[in-house]
Nanobody, 117 residues
Framework: HVQLVESGGGSVQAGESLRLSCVVS????????MGWFRQAPGKEREGVAA???????GYRDSVKGRFAISQDNTKETLYLQMNSLKPEDTAVYYC????????????WGQGTQVTVS
């Protein structure tokens, strides 16, 4: 059974940092595009950052310079380092996997809440 399991969310003050982790249960993900999405109350889910199988990375403009996506060497864990957090970053953050970046997400994690006050 394929699983993406996030952790690391929490409540912080503006300007502080958090690191989200996503443990990937399936070795095939080494060929997938992995990414982070978020959904704030009353808003649509939006892409935050993604890393392709070849290591190409992309970010939405509002998090560039503050967030960093990475994987461990085995590609079994995906990370999102979030620095200089702002109240507008408050959302449920989801780990996701797609066959290619920009394609339909095939697998979602359960989500982890990030609250910035």
């Amino acid at each position: 059974h394929v699983q993406l399991v996030e952790s690391g969310g929490g409540s912080v003050q503006a300007g502080e940092s958090l690191r989200l982790s996503c443990v990937v249960s399936e070795y095939r993900y080494s060929t997938y595009c992995m990414g982070w999405f978020r959904q704030a109350p009353g808003k649509e889910r939006e892409g935050v950052a993604a890393i392709d199988a070849d290591g190409t990375i992309g970010y939405r403009d509002s998090v560039k310079g503050r967030f960093a996506i990475s994987q461990d060497n085995t590609k079994e864990t995906l990370y999102l380092q979030m620095n200089s957090l702002k109240p507008e970053d408050t959302a449920v953050y989801y780990c996701a996997a797609a066959y290619y970046c920009g394609g339909q997400v095939r697998y979602w994690g359960q989500g982890t809440q990030v609250t910035v006050s």
